[in-house]
């Protein structure tokens, strides 16, 4: 079964929720570099708490477990054959080394 992984960044400051972002890759390796690509912008330039979740979808349906076939008839999705995959990693918190997070206040 073909699928993506959907991952998305949510920030916090004061224990209040700030902006949030998302996007998604091909693989869990690819959506988890871009995850932490954003945490740290979040991390560094905001200063913001972080939290990363993954989860993973059809890549033939997104989860809704049917396609539109022949002639607009909604038939079950050949990848995951109705039943997409329920994998979710996190929320858990992204933090930055002790040296880096020096380095950012100095
Ligand atoms: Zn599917």
Redesign the pocket.
């Known amino acids: 079964m073909r699928t993506v992984w959907h991952y998305w960044v949510e920030t916090y400051q004061n224990g209040k929720a700030g902006c949030s972002s998302g996007s998604e890759g091909p693989s869990l390796d690819a959506a988890l570099a871009k995850a932490f690509h954003d945490a740290t912008y979040y991390l560094l330039e905001c200063g913001y708490n972080v939290t990363v979740t993954l989860e993973t979808h ?1 890549a ?2 997104y ?3 049917t ?1 539109r076939g022949k002639r607009g008839k909604q038939v079950r ?1 050949p ?2 054959k ?1 039943k ?1 995959p329920e994998e979710k990693i996190g929320p858990f918190p992204a933090v930055l080394h002790e040296s880096v997070a020096h380095a950012v206040v100095a």
């Open positions: 059809c033939g349906c989860d809704a477990g396609i999705c990848e995951c109705g997409p």
